[in-house]
């Protein structure tokens, strides 16, 4: 199977956007508000925190507000010193900086980055465990969120590929990243069919 016809590409994974369990985006974005915009998107691996906190910076830019967004992630656990004292000079009062992978930061390089964030309006940050920041969400997984994924991405259900994602989902503790993963790379192999509508 060609990469551009396989169904679990990152690029039609990237459609789905990002599906709030029990809350709604106004509620989401009042509670923002209310943390001063300064929280913590907190969730194991796989459990849609990055997704999350791309779908609030779109949001955020959306009412006017100017992100700055920046990752890190176990191939890039640091920034370097110049790109942070570029990335602080050029920082305006009004801006709101998102941060990714922020348990990546040494305790100190934390600090110093919570410290400097100050100047911004706003810090958001993804962690897998609570603590850097006020919680603002948790993220989590159900069998069931990942069936409605499914079906979304193939137009309808696909028994053959319903049974090895639930299969996947148990090995994995529930990381979705993970399962996408694993069946892209068995219909990339053939070893896996998948019925698209």
């Not at 009412?63 to 110049?82: D, I």
């Not at 790109?83 to 040494?106: H, K, P, Y």
């Not at 706003?122 to 609570?130: A, D, E, F, K, N």
């Not at 919680?135 to 991405?153: A, G, N, P, S």
Request: proline share 3%; charged share 30%.
């Amino acid at each position: 199977m060609k990469a551009r016809d396989n169904p679990f590409a990152v690029d039609r994974l990237d459609q789905l956007g990002f599906r709030l369990l029990d809350d709604s985006w106004d509620a989401l974005l009042q509670r923002l508000a209310g943390l001063d915009f300064r929280a913590s998107v907190v969730g194991p691996h796989g459990s849609g925190k990055t997704k999350l906190l791309g779908e609030l910076a779109r949001r955020l830019q959306a009412s006017g507000h100017r992100v700055k967004r920046l990752r890190l992630n176990e191939q890039q656990p640091a920034f370097s010193r110049t790109f942070l004292q570029d990335f602080w000079r050029n920082l305006a009062a009004a801006d709101i900086v998102t941060l990714d992978g922020a348990e990546q930061l040494s305790r100190i390089a934390w600090w110093r980055f919570r410290r400097r964030s100050r100047a911004a309006r706003g810090l958001i940050v993804t962690s897998h465990r609570p603590g850097l920041l006020p919680t603002l969400i948790e993220c989590r997984t159900k069998r069931e969120l990942l069936m409605d994924l499914l079906e979304q991405l193939l137009g309808g259900q696909d028994q053959t590929v319903c049974i090895e994602a639930e299969r996947l989902y148990e090995r994995h503790d529930g990381n979705i990243r993970e399962v996408w993963r694993a069946l892209y790379d068995q219909c990339a192999e053939g070893v896996l069919h998948p019925q698209t509508t």
